[in-house]
């Protein structure tokens, strides 16, 4: 696979779209990075994986998936070396990490809007105090 097979794909999941970080091309859904291209010169694409899902997927395709090195790859970003993967191990693996985001999105809105319902607005806060 390419990085242009790499773009299509991401680009092909629902809402997806493309920005960049720090110069490199990077893929988002609701605004988060999933993936990005920033390791292109190494060969590899990056996914936004949690430890537990870089883990699964090392196990089975050690020769396609590695950690990003440092603290990154032990917060789950994993490398796929392009040149190795398939259709649809690339879509499977960028599929993941959207879903991951998706859910993670999700979840934070859902929080933000408890916060908000228990949280007394500024309005009614002047109001006890008039």
Avoid: C
């Avoid at 879509?91 to 998706?102: E, I, M, N």
């Avoid at 993670?104 to 859902?110: D, E, I, V």
């Amino acid at each position: 696979m390419t990085p242009a097979d790499f773009r299509r794909i991401a680009l092909s999941l629902d809402g997806a779209e493309e920005g960049s970080h720090m110069g490199a091309a990077d893929f988002r859904v609701g605004g988060r990075i999933f993936a990005t291209l920033a390791s292109i010169k190494q060969g590899y694409g990056n996914l936004a994986l949690d430890p537990e899902q870089q883990a699964e997927f090392v196990a089975d395709q050690p020769k396609i998936f590695l950690p990003i090195h440092g603290g990154w790859g032990r917060m789950g970003m994993t490398h796929i070396r392009l040149a190795e993967a398939d259709e649809e191990i690339l879509h499977g693996a960028l599929r993941t990490a959207w879903q991951l985001r998706v859910d993670k999105n999700a979840k934070t809105r859902s929080k933000t809007k408890t916060a908000a319902k228990r949280a007394p607005s500024k309005k009614s806060v002047a109001r006890r105090k008039a």
